[in-house]
């Protein structure tokens, strides 16, 4: 139900809570206080929305990934000539600069914020300059049009592309081969599509294979010319390439391996330069996962229900546990007239026995219960009128006779 974050490590993040919940009350309030302004706030809550789309979807894992220093570049290093290692560096470079591009807008949107955790955010990463002469670093290097891509032939054009022109001759020739080769292609196939009068042939790529050749089955006629090799059938396609198709693909392959390559030497200085500043980057990465948390997760839950169905828990020291009209977070969303429960436990009258025949919802009642708890304790709202709550540090229930007595 909650899992609507956006980021890899939003949703680690969120897994993360629901199995440990937090038991510190000025935390738990810090993330209600930012739910409270979020809810009341649209304005806020849709701007957050559309700056965090900015970042890239593995923003936390790559931001962390510089903490590790790889061995220096020499050419013992470079001799396997595949370049991955390479190519996943200048990926995670790219990356993180369109990380550090998304910063100003971020700031824009929390700059009048006022719950204690949007401001401590806009305070420690909107003004920190550092973010910013990172960013200016980066640009001096890459090429300012370079954009994170998850299509395989964009990101790879992308990478080989994205250290500024004129840095390096040799990167500079590489490039002009790959160009060369890449076009080669894509003329050989408006060739074939002449030549064999098949209309809809099609030239994807992808990082395994290379670029290769699609034919709709109802195009072929007869059977496919001899040119053709490695022929697959692929549901109403074909899956093939040719021994020209091969020898442009090896060497495109070559050449962009030769530009990521190069491309890793020309960035030595620049990596060097980031991990001194790698505590900015990690601080980054978590703020993104909890924003991704609070606003993706707890405020879109609570945005998608009907207006007052959700409230917010309040915590007491030693008060009593009392619940009034709650519900059972998922199976109120599959039954419309699901029947609102209440509970009251206090010093006094802490032991509550519930009775009923089989399929009567006893075992409902525990599990809401438990799950209002856990709602409140991770900082989110709860499905109730009114919740007022102590911080508990384990839950023990036993439902049904299949459960494991321990």
Known sequence: MLKTTKTTGGSRLLRANLLQPLKDIQTINTRLDCLDELVSNEELFFGLTQGLRK???????????????PKKVTDEVLKPANGRKSQLLISDIIVLKTALDAI????????????????????????????ESMRKRIGEVIDEDVIHSRAPFVACTQQCFAIKPGI?????????????????????A?????????????????NRLGFYFIIPLRDITEKLPNKFIQVVRHGKNVHCSSFELASLNVRNKSAAAECFLRTELCLEGLISEIREDI????????VLCLLDMIVNSFAYTISTKPVDRYTRPEFTGDGPMAINAGRHPILESLHTDFV??????????????????????????LQQICLIVILAQVGCYVPAQFASLRVVDRIFTRIGTGDNVE
Do not use: W
């Open 55 to 69: 970042f890239p979807k593995e923003s936390d894992k790559v931001l962390c990934h510089f903490c590790f220093k």
């Open 104 to 131: 100003p807008f971020l700031s824009k949107v929390l700059k009048g914020a006022n719950s204690f955790l949007l401001k401590n955010i806009y305070q420690t990463i909107c003004e920190n300059p550092k973010y």
């Open 168 to 188: 390096d001759g040799l990167l500079d020739v590489a490039r002009r081969s790959f160009c060369d080769t890449s076009e080669a292609i894509h003329n050989l």
């Open 190 to 206: 408006t060739k074939y599509r002449e030549e064999f009068t098949l209309p809809n042939l099609k030239i994807p790529y992808n």
């Open 279 to 286: 505590r900015i980057l990690t601080m980054l990465a978590e």
């Open 340 to 365: 609102p429960n209440n509970i009251f436990l206090s010093e006094a009258s802490n032991m509550v026995l519930v009775m009923g025949p089989n399929m009567s919802g006893k075992s409902t009642y």
